[in-house]
């Protein structure tokens, strides 16, 4: 953490973080049971912040790796750095943007040279949480930005105000489109899941 004064930006926060998810495959004992795909996605990230209460929060750098560990043909991979933006109101909705540059990499290594098509070139994620912190609403949008052949991704998040216990709520997501994962990523999708939310980041 450091504290600067660079146009309207006054600090400064170097990050690293890391992401995993995997996928239940528990009915294909003969292929991969009980998980089809687990996706890693470490990343660092530059934030530049503004202090500012409400409206521009913050802008991120960052660089980010995805892929799935496997062996050809299911392996998949990718390297982007991108930029983001963040916005925030009255501590209740909030909204970040983010447009991205794939890393390129030589056609000998290139596992999924078409993947930018697919998973887009850009996502927005707006996010609702009430001044009693009872539920959260997320929507993540992605689009590939191609008018031709356009390709995107939705993602519905729902924290409900049912607790179980004193940790936990239930979970529901609703997903359509490409990308939901690597492995199945020039494929279109659509997924109803449910599960328990411990916290949310």
């Known amino acids: 953490y450091r504290t600067i004064h660079f146009l309207d930006f006054s600090d400064f926060r170097l990050w690293g973080a890391y992401t995993q998810q995997s996928n239940w495959q528990s009915f294909n004992t003969r292929n991969s049971s009980p998980f089809r795909e687990t ?53 209740t909705f909030s909204l970040l943007g983010r447009g991205w540059w794939r890393i390129p990499e030589t056609p000998q290594k290139d596992d999924n040279p078409d993947i930018q098509n697919y998973l887009g070139r850009g996502d927005v994620v707006l996010r609702w949480e009430p001044v009693d912190k009872s539920q959260i609403v997320s929507l993540l949008l992605r689009n590939n930005l191609n008018l031709g052949r356009n390709r995107g991704f939705l993602q519905l998040d729902w924290t409900t105000p049912v607790k179980l216990g004193n940790s936990a709520k239930l979970f529901v997501q609703i997903t359509n489109g490409f990308g939901e994962s690597l492995i199945d990523y020039n494929h279109r999708q659509r997924t109803i899941g449910m599960g328990i939310a411990f916290r949310d980041w």
């Open 39 to 91: 996706n890693y996605e470490p990343e660092l990230i530059a934030t530049f912040g503004t202090g500012n209460s409400n409206g521009f929060k913050l802008a991120n750098i960052g660089l980010v790796h995805q892929s799935n560990g496997q062996s050809l043909p299911q392996s998949r991979s990718w390297n982007r750095l991108y930029l983001q933006g963040g916005w925030e109101w009255n501590n």
